[in-house]
T-cell receptor, first 112, second 113 residues
């Protein structure tokens, strides 16, 4: 059974600092990995999708890397802003049954 | 651009009552799924469907039923609500079951008293 872990559970940084969010998974037989943002009381918004054959994906200030062999993905957010405050979840798609396994998320607070 | 629409947004039920959570998508996606989100835990898969007429159980299916009579709709039924079913429920869809980008609804916050 795929286990997905996100550490730390919470993070508080001053505005302008770069954010580094970690996601680790136990089974390297993955189809893809997706990073989501969740605002309080809201649904999940997809940020980046990395296919298993890719090493990284970029969108604006966001960059996600994937190392399948070590079971790790990292989401970098450059020059953080208060509007980046949210919970960030990673989800791993299995190449065996194509189901998504989610981490519990990292809650980020960016202080103005 | 409706995407995935869930209703209701909030619901309070008494133990033993039944209800249906509605989910509709307008993207012609084959694959739809229901998750529950509990504090400190990742989303857990309840049921999923790979197309109209085809459903299957996920990780935590007990106490829930689903059906998929059309591509667009995927309702989740609680047969006899229990306090352990207090949670936030999310419906999601993807183009097909091979987990291309997943789109989520806004969630239904359910409290069972």
């Amino acid at each position: 059974k795929q286990e997905v872990t996100q550490i730390p559970a919470a993070l508080s940084v001053p505005e302008g600092e770069n954010l580094v969010l970690n996601c680790s998974f136990t089974d390297s037989a993955i189809y893809n990995l997706q990073w989501f943002r969740q605002d309080p009381g809201k649904g999940l918004t997809s940020l980046l999708l990395i296919q298993s054959s890719q090493r990284e994906q970029t969108s604006g200030r966001l960059n996600a890397s994937l190392d399948k062999s070590s079971g790790r993905s990292t989401l970098y957010i450059a020059a953080s802003q208060p509007g980046d405050s949210a919970t960030y979840l990673c989800a791993v798609g299995s190449s065996n049954d194509y189901k998504l396994s989610f981490g519990a998320g990292t809650t980020v607070t960016v202080r103005a | 651009n409706a995407g995935v629409t869930q209703t209701p947004k909030f619901q309070v039920l008494k133990t033993g009552q039944s209800m249906t959570l509605q989910c509709a998508q307008d993207m012609n996606h084959e694959y739809m799924s229901w998750y529950r989100q509990d504090p400190g835990m990742g989303l857990r898969l309840i049921h999923y469907s790979v197309g109209a007429g085809i459903t299957d159980q996920g990780e935590v299916p007990n106490g829930y039923n689903v059906s998929r009579s059309t591509t667009e709709d995927f309702p989740l039924r609680l047969l006899s609500a229990a306090p352990s079913q207090t949670s936030v429920y999310f419906c999601a869809s993807t183009i097909n079951r091979r987990n291309t980008e997943a789109f989520f609804g806004q969630g239904t916050r359910l409290t069972v008293v």
